[in-house]
């Protein structure tokens, strides 16, 4: 769910972190090619988001991060089919 913070207090006896200064959770999606990667976090800076990290690539997996307007880390990632499994093979 996404709520405005006043909504949000009334589901945790616990203050709401101030998240310019800590982090309070780490969300990791999965994406479909490293394009997809490059465009979501381009659309997130476009909507007030910032990058938060350098884009990384392994080799094997290519991942971008950003913050959305809240300050929340979002991390992207893109993992060669197979890149752990040798007999899978991409479709």
């Not at 990058?51 to 929340?72: C, I, L, N, R, T």
Request: net charge negative; charged share 25%.
């Amino acid at each position: 769910m996404v709520l405005t913070e006043a909504k949000f207090r009334e589901f945790s006896p616990k203050a709401i972190c101030d998240t310019a200064k800590s982090i309070e959770v780490l969300n990791c999606l999965s994406c479909e090619s490293r394009a997809e990667v490059e465009e979501l976090v381009r659309k997130a800076v476009a909507a007030g988001g910032s990058v938060y990290a350098e884009p990384k690539d392994h080799g094997f997996m290519f991942q971008h991060s950003f913050a959305d307007p809240d300050g929340h880390c979002w991390e992207l990632f893109h993992m060669a089919p197979g890149a752990f499994c040798p007999e899978s093979k991409p479709v």
